[in-house]
Nanobody
Framework: QVQLVESGGGLVQPGGSLRLSCTVS??????????IGWYRQVPGKEREGFAC????????EYSESAMGRFTLAIDIDKNSVYLKMNGLKPKDTVVYYC??????????????????????WGKGTLVTVSS
């Protein structure tokens, strides 16, 4: 059974950094091709994608708001994808989710409102940016 578990959320001051993890169980990022994306969701609004990475070649795609501040990386040994977030702002206070797709390669279709079916979702981790 495939599971995605996000972790690393918490309280951080404006301008600070956090590293979120999306740990995968049930398949291997080293052996199984997949694409992993990160989404954010403000209460009452739809989920929006802002970054993704391909397990095959580590190809990444970032939204304009994430570019230059957020970085994705795959850790094969930990079977995890990390989202390093720098320069956090109060507007980054949302729940962050990771999701996978074995059929849709990481690219622009992963960004913006979550229109496409994803194979698996995590339950999310809350990030609060506040002084």
């Amino acid at each position: 059974q495939v599971q995605l578990v996000e972790s690393g959320g918490g309280l951080v001051q404006p301008g600070g950094s956090l590293r979120l993890s999306c740990t995968v169980s049930g398949f291997s990022l080293a052996l199984d091709y997949t694409n992993i994306g990160w989404y954010r969701q403000v209460p009452g609004k739809e989920r929006e994608g802002f970054a993704c990475i391909s397990s095959w070649d580590a190809l990444t795609e970032y939204s304009e708001s994430a570019m230059g501040r957020f970085t994705l990386a795959i850790d094969i040994d930990k079977n995890s994808v990390y989202l390093k977030m720098n320069g956090l702002k109060p507007k980054d206070t949302v729940v962050y989710y990771c999701a996978t797709s074995n059929t849709q390669r990481c690219g622009p279709a992963w960004l913006g409102p979550a229109r496409y079916r994803r194979d698996h979702w995590g339950k999310g981790t809350l990030v609060t940016v506040s002084s």
